[in-house]
């Protein structure tokens, strides 16, 4: 029988105490027999080199969510080197559910896929403890949709950044980050997938 890592629990050490970990599991001291693992990082970067690395610029997809701070250079530059580009508000007041079932069309089950979610995409009223808040983003919900979307697809890794610790006084940011990271693991290959 297969044994699995658990979370602490509650009761064997409190949870406000102990070392951190995400979800309150076991910190592995090396990668070996280790089926997925999340490191943590503090602060906010814009980079996607890791990605591309990954995934080739030929089949990346990148939604972008910011309103503003971008060009239509920008845009037409991603597109050169193969990235599909939707704009914040072709995002505006609708389900990103058709928007995903395509995404996954396009991509089928052979492609490599890289998911990588900036928080500083959602709402600032929603996500406001970012380095780079930009109005008029997403919602949690369209959040949701977008990661629970990718399921079936064969994603090689994942990460969420832009949270700012030092501006996340409410907790609020973290909060939704934490359970974006949840749903990013629900979607990886071999996992049950479970109905919203």
Known sequence: MTEYNQP????????FSGRTTMFRLPAADSAENVDIGIKVAHGTVFRHAIEEALVGPEKMFQVDLRATGYS???????RSKGATVISAEECWY????????????KLGKDHLVYLS????????PVAPETGTPEP???????????????????????DLVEVSPPYDTTENTSLLAANLIFEMLCSLPGCVHRLP
């Open 72 to 78: 239509a250079e920008d845009f037409d530059w991603a």
């Open 117 to 124: 979610f900036d928080i500083d995409g959602v709402d600032p």
């Open 8 to 15: 602490e629990s509650g009761n064997e050490m409190p949870q």
């Open 136 to 158: 008029a983003g997403l919602m949690a919900s369209q959040g949701l949709e977008i990661i629970r979307g990718t399921f079936g697809l064969n994603i090689v890794g994942c």
């Open 94 to 105: 609708k389900s990103l559910s058709p928007l995903m079932d395509s995404i996954r069309g």
